[in-house]
């Protein structure tokens, strides 16, 4: 089944063990935040730490998992035709436009995304982890200072992901100016069961 996020959105789907997902960038250049819950217990979720601990690596792509705050593998990356995602930015929220874009305004967020499409589960704003960034473009320095360089993604570009439980995924079509290279696209994804 295909889904769409339509820009500045985001969407939940639940999963069950072995399930595949597919995270597609149809138009090129549009990051997604990707966050995982434990469907049986709530509580346990995406670790950005323990993944870069157990995978000895800050660059995840074809082969490696996604971890768990228990220590337990959540996801496992088939396939990366892009290559490049951060685990390194938290989602971002109305503070990071205020205190980043020095932009007081109303702005759509990921963080705003995600809270809306998770609270219909019992998942609060607070519970919500440093997410998966597919598909973002983060550099560093020889110093460790940031950058957030355009998605190096091209149409079509896409990540698949094998479950490793029973999960409860939420995706947004990012809405940070600089993560997409100044513009907003949707983001696609496809389910396909393990049965």
């Not at 998770?118 to 519970?127: A, K, M, R, T, V």
Request: include cysteine.
């Amino acid at each position: 089944m295909l889904y769409i996020i339509e820009e500045q959105s985001g969407k939940a789907v639940r999963l069950k063990k072995g399930d595949i997902i597919t995270v597609i960038d149809p138009q090129g250049k549009q990051v997604s935040d990707m966050v995982l819950f434990n469907a049986h217990d709530l509580k346990e979720k995406i670790s950005s730490g323990k993944t870069l601990d157990f995978e000895e690596s800050i660059l995840l792509s074809t082969g490696h998992f996604l971890w768990s705050n228990r220590s337990n593998k959540m996801m496992r990356i088939l396939e990366d035709t892009n290559g490049r995602n951060d685990f390194l930015l938290a989602p971002c929220s109305a503070e990071t436009f205020r205190i980043m874009y020095n932009n007081p305004e109303y702005h759509p967020s990921c963080l705003e995304n995600l809270t809306k499409n998770l609270e219909p589960y019992g998942i609060s704003q607070d519970d919500i982890p440093t997410a998966f960034n597919i598909f973002m473009n983060v550099q560093f320095d020889e110093k460790g200072k940031l950058s957030v360089l355009p998605p190096t993604s091209k149409a079509g570009d896409y990540v698949k992901f094998e479950a490793q439980m029973d999960l409860l995924v939420c995706l947004t079509a990012c809405s940070a100016e600089d993560s997409n290279g100044g513009s907003f696209k949707p983001i696609h994804f496809e389910v396909s069961s393990s049965n």
